[in-house]
């Protein structure tokens, strides 16, 4: 089961790394991670047994999912308030790329957990 996970999670990862690797850096944001670790973190609170119990996982997953698209309203919300402050084409751009970050690190940290609850089911 360990060799498994740790070759599937090494190929998701892989993969996904080899689909970025050209402008990894406009991929790092800790804001982002942070709503999305915390969100899955309070999410896998509410679950019963051990830490790495399927109840906590899959409740982390979700979570982080739920934190992630909570990130991207709240980006939005920054967002439209500084409308009038700045020519809108210096900064619309990379603000916009940040707020969709939350969401796509939501869905990653859920598909890593979802392998990992998929591969103790086995």
């Known amino acids: 089961m360990f060799i498994k996970l740790l070759t599937a999670l090494t190929l998701f990862l892989l993969v996904n790394y080899m689909a970025v690797a050209d402008s990894f850096s406009q991929f790092l944001d800790t804001a982002s991670l942070a709503i ?3 969100g899955a973190f309070a999410f896998a609170i509410c679950g019963q047994g051990g830490w790495l119990a399927r109840s906590r996982l ?10 992630g698209w909570l990130g ?5 919300v920054f967002i439209l308030g500084n409308i009038g402050e ?5 900064w619309i751009g990379p603000a916009c790329a940040v707020m969709m970050l939350t969401i796509l690190y939501g869905y ?3 598909a890593l957990l979802r392998m ?7």
Request: aromatic share 4%; glycine share 10%.
């Open 36 to 38: 999305v670790l915390g």
């Open 108 to 110: 990653l940290v859920s």
């Open 86 to 90: 700045t020519p809108i084409n210096e």
């Open 116 to 122: 990992i609850i998929m591969a103790r089911e086995v």
């Open 72 to 76: 991207a309203l709240y980006g939005s």
């Open 58 to 67: 899959s409740n982390a997953a979700e979570g982080a999912i739920i934190a």
